[in-house]
């Protein structure tokens, strides 16, 4: 049920006024200025050498290197009307266009207002360039106002492409339109672009089997979803969903749930009945978002991607989305009781208006008032303790130290050690209430065949004393809870164990990741609780 309980509230005016929190080692690293107003950030599948840069006035731009292409991939300002909220304002590639060559571009069409969704391919033996001559208009919505002309492209792990749509303007949705079966606006939208001419609906769309609204919409109550976003490795969506006055939202679908989800506008904004409509309010039929804050210094919500790049281990698997108009970033995951959690990461004073991937799951932000374009990056101060595992032995290993993670990324020992993508800040040596973590291994041939790491005095020494286990390091610095409990300012890393048959497959794994954290509970790993407390 949406309700005040249904979800976790988070304030940006508390974050701002500087509630005692962990801070992420996180920074914002400038790659590029000049872009007007960019609005969409993409890759092309499996092209790690470019990004592909969208101005809301109507060029898609090639970035290098560092650099923009001189010439633009695409430019369509002949055809669209821009400023405010309107413009050329998604854009995404077919899965298979390193094949076929084929993408798909939103804009609001001049003269009328309307959305336009086109297909458009790359230049025959020009791959820096688009064919203007190959547009091929897939769906043209009309729009009652100026404003709530959502936008976002993007295409799904069932290989579908999405759409999303604002819910036609004005404000307090007039026409109830987000909540009409029969309107497209205020809807993600779901289209086969493979199956028909120009595209067909999935046969598992909301209404294809009914036929009581239009075969297109895959979910309804969208108010104005500004980007959304699957997670590259576990297909998940998140939608971030503009609020009208009081409260903004992020929006949540996991892999393969049935379409026909209705996130409730505008019977609910965020948590809050509107009483706009006659609809019961609060109503298990709406799904809840996952992430609601009100405004204040934050008015405007810009979703964003699911980090899963290897610069910032500190940053894998976690929610990255900020706000308009305050510029502050959040990073957010589920904790191990299966709670949503966000914190801010970046104050960056900023337009934050889209965040993109690269091909690598590199995250990148733009700036619209300024035209720049940023990149998260790892701090050059606080240690992180990077995790790798090794497949063939089922070992998870952390390790903070520089010359030993360039080692293992080299392919030390055989190659067989990768990065898992997480990993925590800690504490350098000698900071203060911090204590020095002891790395052990199970001595060979008599002891477990697994790292194991405590930051407690006693089970050190005792550590130390027994004949299974050899000290092999001081691995970094943390802090140590009480009751449980860390200190503020501080994230628990959480401590598991498998619990074999025999001594030799002992393994253990330390993580601050929540939902790793209970997953492996639910394939038969012992969760020990809280181990130790990091950055």
Request: hydrophobic residues 40%.
């Amino acid at each position: 049920m949406r309700g005040p309980l249904a979800t976790l509230v988070f304030l940006l005016a508390a974050l701002a006024a500087g509630a005692a929190a962990a801070v992420l080692p996180v920074r914002a690293e400038l790659v590029v200025t000049g872009a007007a107003a960019p609005v969409d950030i993409v890759a092309a599948p499996g092209d790690a050498s470019r990004l592909f840069v969208v101005e809301q006035g109507g060029r898609i731009r090639i970035l290098r290197n560092g650099a923009f292409a001189a010439t633009p991939f695409l430019d369509v300002s002949s055809l669209i009307a821009a400023g405010g909220e309107r413009g050329l304002l998604g854009f995404a590639f077919h899965p298979q266009s390193a094949t076929n060559g084929r993408f798909f571009v939103g804009y609001t069409r001049a003269g009328d207002g309307a959305t336009v969704i086109a297909a458009y391919r790359v230049a025959t033996g020009t791959p820096d360039r688009a064919d203007p001559a190959s547009a091929q208009i897939l769906l043209t919505i009309a729009q009652p106002f100026e404003n709530h002309n959502g936008g976002a492209l993007r295409f799904g792990p069932d290989g579908y492409l999405y759409i999303g749509m604002g819910d036609g303007g004005s404000g307090n949705d007039p026409g109830n339109r987000a909540q009409d079966p029969n309107e497209l606006l205020g809807k993600l939208l779901r289209i086969d672009v493979d199956g028909g001419t120009p595209y067909a609906s999935p046969p598992d769309n909301a209404f294809v089997a009914s036929g009581l609204g239009r075969p297109e919409i895959f979910a309804l109550g969208l108010r104005n979803p500004w980007r959304i976003g699957f997670d590259r490795v576990t297909g998940d969506l998140y939608i971030g969903d503009v609020g009208q006055d009081r409260e903004e939202e992020i929006d949540f679908l996991p892999r393969g749930v049935p379409a026909g989800a209705n996130f409730g506008w505008r019977v609910v904004e965020g948590n809050r009945c509107t009483g706009l409509s006659g609809a019961k309010c609060p109503s298990p039929q709406y799904v809840a978002p996952i992430l609601t804050y009100e405004h204040g210094p934050g008015c405007s919500v810009t979703g964003g991607v699911v980090y899963r790049g290897k610069r910032v281990p500190a940053l894998y698997g976690r929610y990255l989305y900020g706000d308009y108009c305050s510029g502050q970033i959040f990073a957010a995951a589920r904790d191990a009781d299966g709670q949503w959690r966000t914190e801010q990461v970046l104050d960056a004073d900023q337009r934050i208006g889209t965040f993109g991937e690269d091909a690598d799951g590199e995250v990148y932000w733009s700036d619209l008032a300024s035209g720049a374009l940023y990149r998260m990056a790892a701090d050059t101060v606080t240690p992180v303790a990077i995790e790798y595992f090794n497949a063939a032995l089922g070992h998870y290993f952390l390790t903070a130290f520089p010359e030993e993670a360039a080692a293992l990324d080299a392919g030390a020992f055989g190659g067989a050690w990768r990065r898992t993508g997480f990993g925590f800040g800690a504490f350098t040596a000698g900071e203060s209430a911090t204590v020095s973590v002891c790395r052990f291994f199970g001595v060979p041939g008599r002891g477990p065949n697994s790292h194991f790491y405590t930051g407690d005095a006693a089970e050190c020494a005792g550590l130390k004393a027994n004949p299974l286990w050899q000290f092999e390091a001081n691995a970094f610095a943390v802090r140590l809870p009480q009751a449980g409990v860390c200190p503020a300012a501080t994230r628990p890393v959480y401590r598991l164990y498998n619990n074999p048959a025999v001594v030799a497959d002992v393994n253990h794994r330390f993580t601050t990741d929540g939902a790793t954290y209970a997953a492996m509970q639910a394939a038969g790993w012992i969760g020990e609780g809280v181990a130790m407390c990091a950055k």
